[in-house]
C-alpha cells in the first residue's frame, strides 16, 4: 500500500499530466500542426495527442472514485451538494469560454447562444460541456457503486455497449440537433465520445482509482484487490481489441483512426475506448515513475497544478482564444512556443492558487454555485466543500 503522501503526489501528478497532455493537443490545434496525415512515426506522434481526451474522462472517473464515493458513503447530501456545484462551476467556465471566443471572433453571435444552450460545440471549450452533463449522472453512478461494488457500474457499461451494438449504430444523425444527438447518445458521426458512451471510460477511472488510490485502512483492502482484478479484465480485453483491430487494419491504419477524430472517436468505434485506457496507464505509470525519481523541488509544483486542474485548463484555454493567430511560426517556433505556453499555464495557476487563498473574494463563483446547488436540493445552507 502507497503510504499517503506518496499516493496523493501520485495522483496529482497523474491529473497534471492528464491536463497537460489535453492542453498540449489543444495548443496544437490553435498553431495548426494537427493533421493527421504522414508517415507511422508522424501518425504515432499525432495518436499520443490523441489520449488526452480519453485520459480526462478516466481522471473524472478517478475523482469520482477517490473523493466523491467517500463522501457519499459518509454524508450522500454533501456528495450531491459537491458534484452538482461542480457541474455548475463547469458550465460558468464552459460560458465564460463561449463568451471569449465570441468577442475574439472564433464563432459568431448564432452559434454562442446555440452553444450556451448546449445545443452546439466552442472551441477549447467542449470539455467543460462534457463535465457539465457528467457529473450528475456520475452522482447515480456513484450511488450504484456504493451500493454494488464494481460490478453495477460495469454491468451498466456492458448494456451501453450492447444498446450501441443493437441499435444506436444503426441509427442516422436527425436533422435537427444533429449535434446533441451525438453529443448525448452517439448517434451518427458527428461527435466523440458522447455522454453516453464516455460513461466507459468514467467506470474504467472508478476501477482505476479504486485498484491504486484506496486509503490505507484495512477494511478497503479487499475492495482494493477486487478494483484491480476488474482493471485487469478491462486491460486484457482491451489489449484483445486492439491487437484484433491491429490484425485487420495493420499498424498505420490504426494510428490512422486514432490520430483522425472523424473516424473511432467521431463513430464512438470501441476501439478509441480501448486506446483510452491504455493510454491513461501509461500516464500512470509516467506519473508513478516522476514521483520516485524526480527531486522534490520538481515534484512538489507539478503536483500542486495537479490539485487544481479546473484552473489550470481553464487557464489555458482561454488564452488560446485570446492570442493571435501563431500558424505563421517556423517548426521549432511553434516548438518553442509549446513549452513556453505550457510552463506559462502552470505557473499562472500557481499564482491563482495563491490568490484564491489570499483574498477570499475570488472564491465568490464557487460560493454561489454551492448555494444555488444548496436551494437545488433544498438544503437551507450549503456548506463550503474542498476542491477535489
Given at each position: 500500500?502507497?503510504?499517503?503522501?506518496?499516493?496523493?503526489?501520485?495522483?496529482?501528478?497523474?491529473?497534471?499530466?492528464?491536463?497537460?497532455?489535453?492542453?498540449?493537443?489543444?495548443?496544437?490545434?490553435?498553431?495548426?500542426?494537427?493533421?493527421?496525415?504522414?508517415?507511422?512515426?508522424?501518425?504515432?506522434?499525432?495518436s499520443i495527442t490523441r489520449t488526452a481526451t480519453p485520459a480526462l474522462?478516466?481522471?473524472?472517473?478517478?475523482?469520482?472514485?477517490?473523493?466523491?464515493?467517500?463522501?457519499?458513503?459518509?454524508?450522500?447530501?454533501?456528495?450531491?451538494?459537491?458534484?452538482?456545484?461542480?457541474?455548475?462551476?463547469?458550465?460558468?467556465?464552459?460560458?465564460?469560454?463561449?463568451?471569449?471566443?465570441?468577442?475574439?471572433?472564433?464563432?459568431?453571435?448564432?452559434?454562442?447562444?446555440?452553444?450556451?444552450?448546449?445545443?452546439?460545440?466552442?472551441?477549447?471549450?467542449?470539455?467543460?460541456?462534457?463535465?457539465?452533463?457528467?457529473l450528475p449522472i456520475t452522482l447515480l453512478l456513484v450511488q450504484l457503486r456504493a451500493r454494488t461494488g464494481l460490478l453495477g457500474p460495469w454491468v451498466v457499461v456492458a448494456g451501453i455497449w450492447l444498446l450501441d451494438w443493437i441499435v444506436l449504430d444503426h441509427l442516422p444523425a436527425p436533422p435537427v440537433f444533429a449535434h446533441f444527438a451525438g453529443f448525448l447518445f452517439g448517434i451518427g458521426t458527428s461527435w466523440g465520445p458522447s455522454i453516453l458512451h464516455s460513461l466507459t471510460l468514467v467506470v474504467m477511472g472508478m476501477t482505476l482509482g479504486a485498484a491504486f488510490f484506496s486509503p490505507s485502512r484495512l477494511t478497503e483492502k479487499a475492495e482494493m484487490h477486487a478494483a484491480r482484478l476488474w482493471l485487469g479484465m478491462a486491460t486484457g480485453l482491451s489489449l484483445l481489441l486492439l491487437g484484433t483491430k491491429l490484425g485487420w487494419f495493420g499498424l498505420h491504419g490504426v494510428l490512422l483512426r486514432i490520430a483522425d477524430i472523424t473516424q473511432w472517436r467521431g463513430d464512438n468505434d470501441i476501439g478509441y475506448y480501448a486506446y483510452g485506457l491504455l493510454s491513461a496507464l501509461g500516464l500512470l505509470f509516467l506519473a508513478r515513475s516522476i514521483c520516485i525519481i524526480a527531486p522534490q523541488w520538481v515534484v512538489t509544483p507539478l503536483a500542486r497544478i495537479g490539485g487544481a486542474t479546473l484552473a489550470y485548463f481553464f487557464i489555458g484555454n482561454a488564452l488560446l482564444l485570446i492570442l493571435p493567430s501563431l500558424d505563421w511560426l517556423p517548426f521549432w517556433g511553434k516548438a518553442s512556443f509549446t513549452v513556453a505556453f505550457l510552463?506559462?499555464?502552470?505557473?499562472?495557476?500557481?499564482?491563482?492558487?495563491?490568490?484564491?487563498?489570499?483574498?477570499?473574494?475570488?472564491?465568490?463563483?464557487?460560493?454561489?454555485?454551492?448555494?444555488?446547488?444548496?436551494?437545488?436540493?433544498?438544503?437551507?445552507?450549503?456548506?463550503?466543500l474542498s476542491n477535489p
Open positions: 500500500m502507497q503510504p499517503a503522501v506518496s499516493r496523493i503526489s501520485s495522483i496529482d501528478l497523474f491529473r497534471y499530466l492528464t491536463v497537460s497532455f489535453a492542453l498540449f493537443s489543444h495548443t496544437l490545434l490553435f498553431l495548426k500542426s494537427d493533421a493527421f496525415s504522414g508517415g507511422d512515426v508522424i501518425l504515432g506522434l499525432k474522462m478516466i481522471l473524472f472517473g478517478v475523482m469520482a472514485e477517490i473523493v466523491y464515493l467517500r463522501r457519499y458513503r459518509s454524508d450522500p447530501d454533501r456528495a450531491a451538494q459537491g458534484m452538482i456545484s461542480r457541474a455548475i462551476i463547469c458550465y460558468i467556465c464552459y460560458v465564460a469560454l463561449v463568451v471569449l471566443a465570441l468577442v475574439f471572433g472564433h464563432v459568431r453571435g448564432g452559434q454562442a447562444i446555440r452553444a450556451t444552450l448546449l445545443v452546439a460545440p466552442s472551441p477549447y471549450a467542449n470539455i467543460f460541456k462534457i463535465y457539465t452533463f457528467l510552463v506559462f499555464c502552470g505557473g499562472a495557476t500557481l499564482i491563482w492558487d495563491q490568490l484564491r487563498k489570499a483574498f477570499p473574494v475570488l472564491q465568490t463563483p464557487v460560493r454561489v454555485a454551492q448555494q444555488m446547488t444548496g436551494l437545488l436540493l433544498g438544503h437551507r445552507k450549503s456548506r463550503t
